[in-house]
């Protein structure tokens, strides 16, 4: 902080001692000693101060930063959730329309029939197997075009997916 040397240290020690005198001299030491200590503390004091403050305007900074963060987090959860809901609603509209109209080829369970019979070999059981799910897939498609149609918010909040909410009465 200060420069000063052994030799400037040294004259100021004995102008002290001729001007305080020997008796005086310890005591006004000590004080000078203590007042320097309150000092350095005071100044330590002060920084320490400052750094809080520095360190609670990070601390808001990174606040504001955390708040912008989760808003725009927040904003893309609203439009993930926005699009999902347009593509179950669109896929709604889509099984409704295949349950609601007329197949416009012949089932294939016809055309496996047709090939069997055209064809000199016997039947294998695999074309069975696969004759008796094509019947179950007809079977399940004329189910959905004679049942009632769920709207879209319907299929989509299906509430025998959710549990029942018990109010009290």
Do not use: C
């Not at 708040?67 to 725009?72: K, L, V």
């Not at 055309?111 to 897939?137: F, Y």
């Amino acid at each position: 902080m200060f420069d000063f040397s052994i030799s400037e240290l040294m004259l100021v020690m004995v102008v002290a001692l001729i001007v305080i005198g020997p008796e005086r001299l310890p005591k006004v030491a000590r004080t000078m000693g203590h007042l320097w200590g309150r000092a350095q503390r005071y100044i330590n004091g002060v920084k320490a101060d400052i750094e809080r403050d520095m360190a609670v305007e990070e601390f808001r900074q990174l606040q504001q930063k955390v708040q912008a963060e989760a808003g725009a987090l927040e904003q893309s959860m609203k439009q993930v959730t926005q699009s999902a809901d347009q593509h179950v609603q669109e896929i709604n509209e889509a099984v409704a329309k295949l349950a609601s109209s007329e197949p416009a080829t012949p089932p294939l369970q016809e055309n496996v029939k047709a090939e069997a019979d055209s064809s000199d070999q016997s039947v294998k059981p695999e074309a069975i197997t696969a004759d008796r799910h094509v019947q179950e897939i007809n079977e399940a498609v004329e189910k959905l075009s004679t049942s009632e149609q769920p709207t879209p918010s319907q299929a989509v909040g299906n509430s025998s997916l959710t549990p029942p909410i018990n109010k009290p009465e």
